[in-house]
């Protein structure tokens, strides 16, 4: 199967910093990439659809000033957290789409102290 | 909008018996797919079984099957000789073609030797 990757898997941020994650499709062009948000022992949520080359597209309740998704290119796109709160510490996984299938990243951990 | 509901938050079941985990979903739309995704402690979404709905015929993948009743809309997971690694938590999922995920809140499954 297709292999996507995430960076980093696991960061630790002071409040008020900007972190970026990475989500990079290995082996094929994903057109479309999305972006999801766990928080622990719970679901995951959708937080945004990205296709390459085209501005975001936010769920209802995510804050597109604070989540600024980036999907220059075919291969990757980025999350950056902008001022991270504690609240803001949870499980981000990308997944990434070539056609009718989707595949997932192995998430980041996001850590705001 | 589309939801979907586990409400079966624990599962257990003794090793190499079956277990059936529920899923209903609500949508008004006629074309979309359905996913049983299984969740490890390593966090990493893995792909159980999917099913189209225009097709009538219930996946099947080895010891995996779904029971698909699109009028009922409902979507269950059946394992079968229930094995020791199939413990996790499992998602079921729904999303429209080129859409993202839209996930339940999840079963707990143990596996007991």
């Known amino acids: 199967g297709a292999v996507v990757s995430q960076h980093p898997s696991w960061v630790i941020c002071k409040s008020g910093t900007s972190v970026k994650i990475e989500c990079r499709s290995l082996?094929?062009?994903?057109?479309?990439m999305f972006w999801y948000r766990q928080f622990p022992k719970q679901s995951l949520m959708l937080m945004a659809t990205?296709?390459?080359?085209?501005?975001?597209?936010?769920e209802q309740g995510v804050e597109k000033d604070k989540f600024l998704i980036n999907h220059a290119s075919l291969t990757l796109s980025t999350l950056t957290v902008t001022s991270a709160h504690p609240e803001d510490s949870s499980f981000y996984i990308c997944?990434?789409?070539?056609?009718?299938?989707?595949?997932f990243g192995p998430g980041t951990r996001l850590t705001v102290l | 909008a589309q939801t979907v509901t586990q409400s079966q938050p624990e599962m257990s079941v003794q090793e190499a018996e079956t277990v059936t985990l529920s899923c209903t979903y609500d949508?008004?739309?006629?074309?979309?797919?359905l996913f049983w995704y299984k969740q490890p402690p390593s966090r990493q979404m893995i792909l159980v079984i999917r099913?189209?709905?225009?097709?009538?015929q219930n996946a099947t993948e080895n010891r995996f099957s779904v029971n698909f009743q699109k009028a009922a809309k409902s979507f269950s997971l059946k394992i079968s000789d229930s094995q020791l690694g199939d413990a996790a938590m499992y998602f079921c999922?729904?999303?429209?073609?080129?859409?993202?995920?839209?996930f339940g809140a999840g079963t707990r499954l143990t596996v007991k030797p």
């Open positions: 997944s990434a789409s070539s056609s009718s299938e989707q595949f």
């Open positions: 082996d094929f062009q994903a057109t479309t």
């Open positions: 990205s296709n390459e080359g085209s501005k975001a597209t936010y």
């Open positions: 949508t008004s739309e006629s074309d979309y797919y």
């Open positions: 099913q189209e709905a225009y097709k009538q």
């Open positions: 999922a729904y999303r429209r073609p080129f859409g993202g995920m839209r």
